[in-house]
């Protein structure tokens, strides 16, 4: 008896399961917040290197050489400003995310400034 009770328990576990993947936020919602969309901003390449200096070479180091995380002064050959956008927003393991600290159009500023160091 308490097996058919287990086994109604379950199924109405599984319908519960498969109604909250319906009501859930699709996958293009997900994938939008995965991938920021970068502003569009024109170069400020001064404003750039403040920020930098400001938030980033504590880790980078004073010449984007490296230290605590990988050298930045060759970041554009393995990365473009679109994905140096995504890491700086969001962070990546020991990376802070910065979309707290820091306006979208800041990040986009640095991000185009380090896509140009190849
Ligand atoms: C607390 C230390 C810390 C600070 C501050 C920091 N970073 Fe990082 N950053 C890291 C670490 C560690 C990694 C490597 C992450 C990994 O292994 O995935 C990283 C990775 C990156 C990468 C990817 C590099 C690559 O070659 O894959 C970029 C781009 C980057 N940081 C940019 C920035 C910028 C721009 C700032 C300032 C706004 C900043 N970081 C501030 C620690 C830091």
Not at 16 to 45: S, W
Not at 76 to 97: C, E, L, Q, Y
Request: proline share 5%; glycine share 8%.
């Amino acid at each position: 008896m308490q097996k058919w009770i287990m086994s109604g328990l379950f199924f109405v576990a599984c319908a519960l399961a498969i109604a909250l993947m319906f009501t859930l936020p699709g996958k293009e919602q997900v994938a939008q917040e995965e991938k920021p969309t970068m502003p569009e901003v024109t170069l400020d390449a001064a404003a750039a290197e403040a920020t930098l200096k400001a938030s980033c070479i504590s880790c980078h180091g004073d010449q984007l050489q490296g230290g605590a995380g990988p050298a930045l002064n060759q970041v554009g050959g393995h990365m473009d400003a679109n994905a140096i956008f995504n890491v700086v927003t969001k962070g990546r393991k020991g990376m802070p995310s910065f979309k707290d600290q820091l306006k979208p159009e800041e990040i986009a500023n640095i991000a185009l400034y380090l896509a140009e160091k190849k």
